[in-house]
């Protein structure tokens, strides 16, 4: 056996060590030959890095629009980076004293940044380019703004919908029914939806709080609550239009099983693929903002579906002005960022008609500003574009709660969301603990702002 | 000059070795101990990376103690780690084991084996979300075969934390490579007289094995304590914590302190906590295997 | 040899092989699995129960040329060129990793010096230290002396050592019979010499273990890149491939399984050819305590 398997093993680390030459000398060659950045940025310019989220074709359609920002200047280059976790780059740059010059951030970052000074206040900026409140939608400016200061220029935004899967209601047999306009037409409709196997599994449902479940806490909004009280810094969870609304989300779990509901709730696909649950009909209706378009587009472009602003309770019922949450993405200049004088030339140019009616589109998402033209809705890939408008334009639309600690207080409620949703708390005491902390974290930020002398 | 090189000698000799090390000195200063005592200062600050420390003193540490969150993932890290170190040894020793043999299928088995470990973690939680499926993913169709109505494993307090222990168990590549190696200093002539004793392949293993790699299974505990509680990407991605925080761990926690809640004081402070923790374990862990392997050699 | 005991031996070998197999296809399910979505039309990609083949499976073909191509001509994710920034840092981190470490670990094994004990419990000690701790204060260091913007904050340091592996080095150079040392110590061979001459010829296996992990450390790493790594053009494999998910957006499933299979290759191929070196005896004197 030994000499024989000596021989073998000789042989192979022969060709072992040739692979591996082999490879290194690949290696070396791609170093070398291979391919190189292809940005080229022309001599001559102030170049601007603008850092942004997206990727795809969302990435694509802003970059068509720098690039034809870049050809009609002179003077001005803007590159266009895609960051993964944008908000957390842009803390590490800004700390590190090295901070891009354009940074595309969400809304919810803007307190946090803008308290702790990382911003460059806007204010002259825009007014010396004549952008002022009353171009955009009622709800915009608000979010661009935080304690009476404009801190940021919108980009892109959307409201949130409850989006209808028509084809779901003509294959219950529900057809030419009016749309819920309260919560408990919602409840009739959505129990008329739900359709169990012969096993007793559910196959598909009318309507979940889970599905997306991204915005655990808005709820309350649409019985008359919010979450914080800005005047008096103090956490509102625990109002009495909070526990009424997490209620009323305990009732479906409650109504169809909390074990039921889990088990169909596991077996649900991802958004942003061919199965999530609202284009399989798993989910007959969601709330959703008007990207949603995109996505049926992509995957399913038969679907019958319609949007409409999610229904209230009764007392809370206002046609005239809808209830439901604006989210935007909002372009800042760091404080410290070398050209912020340039930076604010790309930001006005964006904030243009053609250009930001452009890239709401190629997004599927409204127009931030106050007159929208015919042929946008007309062209819109969105059916129900004008409903998500209406909701920008409403008194009653809601943004992120102001204040930066909004993420503990997120998570907090996040928590005490999903035992409400197990059924292992009553919505009261769930609550009345996230309010507790909330109020920590809000009084602890309080103290430390008055320690620092501001 | 002969002379007086000999009377040099023992004072040049008995530092010779520093010039050895001198890179990795440098390295220490550099990259180990100048950022710790920055670190540390910035666990007595409110640091939110935007604005300048502001200084607090202690209080980082002493809000710690009342973090009722804080309580938690360390309760859930441990309960992680409990399970995952000893699962993955004995699981890894079993393999290294069986995989101890110069066979072509055990050559492409080791390769199976290895390859979950370098596969990026994004796609490897993707995969075991699809294998997790509540309601038609492969474990329950599995499981339904036998006539078990399985469990919704991501979305069910319990189950959710079973799923990620199956799922670091996967990736054991490394330690099975590590015994395998140790596996080859096991002196052939013991397993003879094993077998001429009459003993069967497994009474084997635990009786003439096992002595010779205690100091691998020991060094990969080690290994694994720190990994268990810097386990963060996996939760992260799969169940981002959930259902109510049961999966949420320590460097999860941690994470979201400095970044998402911008509390890199109170982040810092969590890190010297942890690098405490660790090293408690790890004492914890030396005095358990010197006294199993004490009593046997 | 009894009749009864070889019997015993045979299907003693017939049930370790049908484990072996068992084994093996629990591991390689899920990436059976991945490769298999890689194939698939986007539309397809993660739908749920079994099917490894796209519907019709003469999609497959397409999938292999569409999907591959696609990743490969990406225009957002710069896929070839990732593939080549993380050569060069792999390349460099490893370079310097090895030449420091080996020489460090071999002056703590065997040259004597003061308060070497403790160095080595300090050196064992920093492998337990979490890296959250150090990375705030590192990016400062790193942006202060400028090498926010370069390749530097993902392999300068290995040239200076990397713990790991310096105990590993050190632990295989301490299971080194001595006599060939000191023989060529009377030969009039400083330490130098000795290690140069003596020690680095015999310890090929041991240093192509710590090529092989540190290989896979750097290839695989995330949270450096990650927090370091700025410039879009500077990207890694890694980080490159976090571009394909975006939390809310419509994430291409096929297309990153696909590239996911394209960056692990690379890794599975030193493997196969390391196999030797992870299994030969010299490793196991560099993990015992």
Known sequence: MSDGHTEHATKTDITRRAALVGLGV????????????????????????????????????????????????????????????????????????????????????????????????????????????????????????????????????????????????????????????????????????????????????????????????????????????????????????????????????????SRDLLKFQSGLGYYGTAQAPFLTGKVAMQIQGPWMANLIEAFDPDLNYRAIPMPTTRAQLDQESPVGLIDGDLMVIPAGAKNPEASFEFIAWMQQRTQIEELAQAHGKISPLRETTAEFLATHPNRSISTHAAIADSPRAFGFPKTRVWPRYVSEFDAAFQRIWLQETDPASALTLVNERAQFALDEAADRRHRRGR | MSRDRIQREPLRQRLAGLVWVSPWLLGLLFFFAIPMGMSMYYSMTEYTMLEPPLWIGAENYTSLLSDPVFIKTIWNTLVYAGFVIPLSIVLALAIAGLLDTDSRVSHIVRLMVFAPTVVPLVASAMIWLWLFNGDNGLINSALSIFGINGPNWLHERGFAMAALIVMSLWSIGQPVVIYLAALQDVPKHLYEAGSLDGMGPIRKFVHVAMPSIAPAVFFNSIIQTITAWQIFAAPYIMTEGGPDRSTYFYSHYLYDNAFLYQRMGYASAMAWVQLVLISVCILGIYAITRKLWSTRS | MTDGSKRWQISGRVSRLMLLSLIGMTFAMPLIWMAATSVKPESQAMQQGFSLLPDPPGLAVDGLKDNYAAVLNDTTVNFPLYLRNTIIVVFLGITGCVVSSVIVAYGLARVPMPGRKSLMVITVGTMLIPFPVLMAPLFMLYTKIGWIGTFAPLYAQFFFGNAFSIFLMTQFFRSMPKELEEAARVDGCGHWLTFRHIVLPLSKTAIAVVVLLHFTYMWNDFLAPLIFIVDRDKFTLMLGLQLYQSKAGQTPWNLLMAASLLTLLPVLVVFVIANKAFTRSSLSGAVKG
């Open chain 1, 26 to 257: 690949a290696a070396a060659g791609y170093v070398a030959f291979g391919p190189t950045p292809r940005d080229k940025v022309p001599s001559g310019r102030i170049v601007l890095d603008y850092w942004e989220k997206w990727t795809g074709s969302e990435g694509l359609a802003m970059r068509r629009l720098v690039d034809r920002f870049n050809q009609s200047q002179t003077d001005i280059f803007v590159r266009y980076l895609t960051i993964g976790s944008i908000d957390q780059k842009a803390m590490i740059a800004i700390a590190g004293g090295s901070p891009p010059d354009i940074v595309g951030l969400w809304s919810f970052n803007i307190p946090a940044f803008a308290e702790a000074g990382a911003l460059l206040p806007l204010d002259e900026l825009a007014r010396s380019k004549g952008l002022s409140p009353d171009r955009y939608a009622r709800a915009v400016w608000p979010m661009m703004t935080h304690r009476d200061q404009l801190w940021s220029m919108v980009s892109t935004c959307g409201t949130v919908a409850l989006y209808i899967n028509d084809d779901k209601l003509s294959e219950a047999g529900i057809t030419d029914s009016p749309a819920p306009t309260t919560l408990e037409e919602l409840d009739e409709l959505s129990e008329a939806l739900t359709v169990r196997r012969s096993s007793g599994d559910i196959e598909s449902v009318g309507f979940i709080h889970t599905d997306p479940g991204w915005w655990s806490w808005l709820w309350g909004y649409h019985f008359g609550g919010n979450l914080l009280d800005i005047d008096t810094n103090s956490a509102t969870a625990n109002s009495e239009a909070n526990v009424r609304a997490y209620e009323w989300v305990q009732s479906y779990p409650s109504r169809m099983g």
